[in-house]
């Protein structure tokens, strides 16, 4: 595996991102919610680049390619002025996946975060279903905290979803 590396997102990455993960094949049966447009995306883009005060987008990189992007969302455990916290989800290229990127990426990522924001909390959730994705939390140094019940409508039906969560002191001192 190359070097992974995040960065901020370049005008040529929504090219990619928008024909890989904008079908049932390049989000997987884990993430496919239905077709969208990818307007709303190229105007955040244009106005932000992807990066504001309650959350942002990433690229990841190994080596000089790009294999996906991560991105985190603030969320709310009460009073959002209090109990606020990130939530961080992760989309890869098919044919990166099972190669060790999404740990990392998802490490990477937590660790910018901690760096960067007063966040104690950082956490995940994905699919009961979808073991690859909660190896790649585990191995991030994310813990398991339990299944949410029905909690995501996808293809028709209701699916359990799977907690995780990261707090600050887990996750060693910051860089200097």
Not at 65 to 94: D, M, N, Q, Y
Request: hydrophobic share 35%.
């Amino acid at each position: 595996m190359n070097q992974v590396t995040l960065r901020p997102v370049l005008e040529e990455d929504l090219a990619i991102f928008e024909a890989e993960f904008y079908t049932p094949e390049g989000v997987g049966p884990y993430q496919w919610f239905g077709h969208r447009t990818p307007d709303r995306e190229r105007r955040a883009f244009a106005e932000t680049g992807l990066l504001g005060d309650d959350g942002g987008t990433l690229t990841v990189c190994s080596g000089d390619e790009v294999t996906g992007r991560v991105e985190w969302f603030k969320r709310a455990w009460g009073r959002p002025l209090t109990s606020w916290c990130w939530e961080i989800a992760i989309g890869l290229r098919p044919s990166f996946q099972g190669r060790g990127i999404g740990a990392e990426a998802q490490r990477q990522l937590a660790a910018y975060l901690f760096d960067h924001t007063r966040a104690h909390r950082i956490q995940a959730f994905t699919d009961s279903g979808n073991r690859a994705e909660q190896r790649a939390l585990e191995k991030a140094g994310f813990q398991r905290e339990g299944v949410i019940r029905q909690a995501q409508w996808r293809c028709g039906r209701w699916h359990d979803q799977v907690l995780y969560s990261l707090l600050r002191p887990e996750a060693g001192p910051a860089e200097p």
